[in-house]
């Protein structure tokens, strides 16, 4: 297992663990740093509401950004933000630039974005509510080039630190059925989101436990199914998250 979806992993426990805003920021910090990225944001638009309504759960960008962003109606010209409307998956800041026809004002709009130091990065969409466009960006200044793995940690880090946000930013009390589907779990299901944890690939499984790799994949589709997990990470990082693996 590589260092970023092992430090994604041990965020999930962390952002479990935190009582205030302020620890999560710490914990995100230090994975961006990892990126080799300087800034975040977690937020997005509300698109019925009259010419958009911004929000905003974490504000890591440079001081002032966020300010001029709003008060200018950048959003308006921003591609990543077009982006997605069109996109579920993660995505470069680069990628946006060349598939979004630009706008007149996006020419400035990138001039003033890349003189802050926001110029390269990735955004995380977060489907989250209904007519909204939401999810965490990262950015710096320098090009960003994750590799597919690399990817996929970042989006496993975004979906938990954006969902850590929403719990520290509201007291109300939320509802799951997770805890019951978790006791649901059979035995092989446990263990094999548990070796998954340790690295060990379908293949792996199937060869150390005397399995077939047709049975090691049922079971991570039984266990995905019953953590509301889209992929194999989530589901382990959903697991590890509730102590439900070590």
Known sequence: MGRLQDDAFNFVRESAECQTLDELRFHIDAFIE??????????????RAPRGETFVLMDGWPKGWLTE?????????????????????PFLNAEAWKKIPPMQETGMFREVADA????HGLIVP???????????SFAGPDPF????????????????????????????????TLERDLVALSTRERDCLAWSSDGL?????????????????????????????????????????????D
């Open 126 to 136: 977060v489907r989250d509510q209904p007519h909204t466009i939401s999810g965490m």
């Open 69 to 89: 962003y709003q008060s200018r109606r950048y959003w308006q010209v921003d591609p990543t933000i077009r982006m997605m409307t069109q996109e579920s998956e």
């Open 34 to 47: 990892h990126l080799g990225l300087r800034h975040f944001l977690m937020g997005g638009i509300h698109l």
């Open 116 to 119: 802050r130091g926001l110029g």
């Open 201 to 245: 690939t379908t293949a792996d499984i199937a060869q150390l436990h005397n399995l077939s790799t047709r049975t090691v994949d049922t079971h991570f589709k039984r266990a995905m199914a019953k953590l509301s997990a889209n992929t194999r990470v989530q589901a382990v990082a959903t697991a590890l998250r509730h102590n439900f693996i």
């Open 145 to 176: 080039e994750p590799s597919p793995e690399d990817i996929a940690a970042i989006r496993l880090f975004a979906l938990y630190a954006y969902e850590a946000a929403q719990r520290l930013s509201s007291s109300a009390p939320r509802s799951s």
